[in-house]
T-cell receptor
Framework: GENVEQHPSTLSVQEGDSAVIKCTYSDSASNYFPWYKQELGKRPQLIIDIRSNVGEKKDQRIAVTLNKTAKHFSLHITETQPEDSAVYFCAAPYNQGGKLIFGQGTELSVKP | DTGVSQDPRHKITKRGQNVTFRCDPISEHNRLYWYRQTLGQGPEFLTYFQNEAQLEKSRLLSDRFSAERPKGSFSTLEIQRTEQGDSAMYLC???????????FGNGTRLTVT
C-alpha cells in the first residue's frame, strides 16, 4: 500500500552533534525523495531532495542518502545548531509521481 | 512574495455549516495539491490537479469534500456539513512537472465548534 515509515519520532541531540532520520517506502517505482522542515506554527518547507539516479546529495550541513534496493532514504544533519530544532518530514511519490505521501515526522530538539 | 497563497488563514465555523477555502499556486506551476494536517501528524493527501483536471482524490476523503480548479489557476476546497473531526490545518501546495518538489502555502486553520 501507500506507506512511508519514518523513524525516530523524536530525537534529542546536543549542539554540534549529528542527527540522522530514516525513512522507508513501499512503491518500488518511486524516484524522488524530498525532505521538509516544519517549525512550530509554520508551513512545511522543502530543504533537500534526491532523485533515484544518485545515491547521495549534500547541501552544506545537510545530506540525504538513498538505497533503492532496500527502499530506504535518510536525512543527515551535521554540526547541529539550536535553529535546526523543528519537525522533519520525509516523503515519497506514489502512482508514478502523482502525489507525495509523507512520513509521520521526527521532532528534532537540539540542546545548546 | 510569489509563493503559494491561501485564504483565509483561519476559519471558525459551527458544526453543519459549509466552508470554502481558496488557494493561489505559484504562477508557473501546473500541479496543485490539497493536504490536511492535524497536530503531531504529517500532511495527509486529499487531492491533486494537473492544470484543470483533478487526477486523484484520496479514498479516505468523504463526499462532503469537493475541490475545483476551473481554469487551471486558483483552486477552491469546499467542505459541506462540517463536523468537529474536520478541524485541522488545510494546506495547499503546487509544483511544476519539471522539478517535482512541492511548495506549501501557509495553510488555512479550520476550527469546527
Amino acid at each position: 500500500g501507500e506507506n512511508v515509515e519514518q523513524h525516530p519520532s523524536t530525537l534529542s541531540v546536543q549542539e554540534g552533534d549529528s542527527a540522522v532520520i530514516k525513512c522507508t517506502y513501499s512503491d518500488s517505482a518511486s524516484n524522488y525523495f524530498p525532505w521538509y522542515k516544519q517549525e512550530l506554527g509554520k508551513r512545511p518547507q522543502l530543504i533537500i531532495d534526491i532523485r533515484s539516479n544518485v545515491g547521495e546529495k549534500k547541501d552544506q550541513r545537510i545530506a540525504v542518502t538513498l538505497n533503492k534496493t532496500a527502499k530506504h532514504f535518510s536525512l543527515h544533519i551535521t554540526e547541529t545548531q539550536p535553529e535546526d530544532s523543528a519537525v522533519y518530514f520525509c516523503a515519497a511519490p506514489y502512482n508514478q509521481g502523482g502525489k507525495l505521501i509523507f512520513g509521520q515526522g521526527t521532532e528534532l530538539s537540539v540542546k545548546p | 512574495d510569489t509563493g503559494v497563497s491561501q485564504d483565509p488563514r483561519h476559519k471558525i465555523t459551527k458544526r453543519g455549516q459549509n466552508v470554502t477555502f481558496r488557494c493561489d499556486p505559484i504562477s508557473e506551476h501546473n500541479r496543485l495539491y490539497w493536504y490536511r494536517q492535524t497536530l503531531g501528524q504529517g500532511p495527509e493527501f486529499l487531492t491533486y490537479f494537473q492544470n484543470e483536471a483533478q487526477l486523484e482524490k484520496s479514498r479516505l476523503l468523504s463526499d462532503r469534500f469537493s475541490a475545483e480548479r476551473p481554469k487551471g489557476s486558483f483552486s477552491t476546497l469546499e467542505i459541506q456539513r462540517t463536523e468537529q473531526g474536520d478541524s485541522a490545518m488545510y494546506l495547499c501546495a503546487s509544483s511544476s512537472l519539471m522539478d517535482g518538489g512541492i511548495h506549501f502555502g501557509n495553510g488555512t486553520r479550520l476550527t469546527v465548534t
